[in-house]
């Protein structure tokens, strides 16, 4: 009879801990958090995926645990915390352990403001089909809260049915109900999602019903992943969860149950970083699609030496009109717009690069580092150098 495969318990060489990861859902931010801490204090950190549950035996036990709550940990968990192993909690499904999670509330609530800063007056949450029994329930109705507290009307959407779940294969049908679900609702509108796939699938849905994305669907996802958001074909907006942040707070949190501090009685809330803005949700919301074209494609073209004429020629349409609708829908000239973004984009290179003043005023579209600074200065109020000297030292900003 052949003998049944087994695998070597994974413990520590001596004076070192043993840490298992018991995850269900790899972030790569997550994990960077995790291994940053593990490395400083020196714990051997054998991962679950490269091992089957069957292969520990009744001896093993590690040090302390970080785990996701899902059917292929629990037998594993359980036996663990019967044990008495420290364990960290890493989804607030059922929490029952010291939990490390995401404020999903101050999720939700970022998500509204970076519609409302954009103009949104109209928005809405695409949910799942179990949303009144999900984790993500709690950031839906902050979203929809704060939302309404900025004075936008907001809803609740979804294209799955409860106990119907459609394949997502089925994209025509899915997509008509979409369709309907916008149809009941106000242009332009803000739609926010529970992760960052999701999004993408809104993206799609708008595409084959000829919505523009963002012109009159501003779309925004959660999880900032790099891989979905900025190489999708319209690249997508998406709350940063701060998951580094979480990885890494689990682990000082473990390590303070493995020195024996007892759990916290509430669970450990990671704020979001905040929202990565890319094209889903660059735009102003403007009930005129034109307008929001031409903003659009100004904002696109900020280097280059832009003119009225050409942002008209650009867009397909007069520059009577653009300039009629500019002063209409924006209160300004489309050259006072101009300069505005482009002073807006130069506070944010000087805030957030090494970058001198010559090569901003390239990246925006200024003739020369002398005219740049002369526009700022008059738009600011200091210098660019004095802007980030003051942005450097932690002063208050304009």
């Known amino acids: 009879m052949t003998k049944a495969f087994s695998i070597a318990n994974p413990q520590a060489p001596p004076g070192r801990r043993t840490v298992l990861l018991a995850l269900v859902?790899?972030?790569?931010?997550?994990?960077?958090?995790?291994?940053?801490?593990a490395k400083a204090a020196g714990w051997n950190v054998p991962d679950l995926r490269y091992y089957r549950h069957q292969a520990f035996s009744r001896a093993f036990k590690p040090d302390g645990v970080m785990f996701h709550p899902h059917p292929d940990t629990a037998p594993l968990v359980k036996r663990f915390f019967r044990g008495g192993v420290p364990l960290v909690q890493l989804r607030d499904i059922t929490p029952q352990r010291c939990c490390v999670v995401q404020d999903q509330e101050a999720t939700g609530r970022a998500a509204a403001e970076h519609f409302a800063e954009r103009g949104f007056r109209n928005m809405a949450f695409l949910h799942s089909e179990d949303y009144e029994h999900c984790q993500f329930k709690p950031i839906g109705q902050s979203f929809v809260e704060r939302a309404r507290e900025l004075g936008a009307r907001a809803d609740l959407i979804s294209v799955q049915r409860p106990g119907r779940v459609l394949p997502w294969?089925?994209?025509?049908?899915?997509a008509k109900r979409f369709a309907k679900e916008v149809s009941r609702l106000h242009l332009p509108l803000g739609i926010f999602t529970f992760h960052d796939l999701m999004?993408?699938?809104?993206?799609?849905f708008c595409e084959a019903f000829g919505l523009s994305v963002p012109e009159q669907v501003g779309v925004l996802g959660i999880g900032n992943d790099p891989y979905k958001c900025d190489y999708a074909p319209t690249p997508l907006s998406s709350v940063d969860p701060n998951f580094y942040r979480q990885g890494q707070v689990a682990a000082e949190r473990l390590e303070r149950l493995m020195d024996g501090e007892p759990a916290p009685a509430e669970p450990i809330l990671i704020p979001p970083t905040g929202v990565a803005g890319r094209q889903s949700t660059d735009v102003l919301a403007l009930p005129d699609v034109e307008t929001a074209r031409a903003l659009r494609y100004m904002w696109e073209h900020l280097a280059e030496p832009l003119s009225v004429g050409g942002v008209a020629d650009a867009v397909a349409i007069s520059r009577r009109k653009l300039e009629r609708h500019?002063?209409?829908?924006?209160?300004?000239?489309?050259?006072?717009?101009?300069?505005r973004k482009r002073i807006e984009r130069s506070c944010e290179l000087l805030k957030g690069t090494d970058l001198t003043g010559r090569d901003i005023a390239r990246q925006i579209g200024f003739d020369t580092q002398t005219?740049?600074?002369?526009?700022?200065?008059?738009?600011?109020?200091?210098?660019?150098?004095?802007?980030?000297?003051a942005h450097i030292a932690g002063g208050a900003l304009p």
């Open 25 to 37: 859902h790899y972030f790569e931010s997550l994990l960077a958090g995790i291994y940053d801490h």
């Open 326 to 339: 500019f002063r209409k829908y924006l209160g300004r000239s489309v050259t006072e717009e101009l300069t």
């Open 199 to 204: 999004a993408l699938r809104i993206c799609q």
């Open 169 to 174: 294969t089925r994209f025509g049908t899915l």
């Open 371 to 389: 005219y740049f600074g002369r526009v700022f200065r008059k738009a600011m109020g200091m210098t660019p150098g004095q802007y980030r000297l």
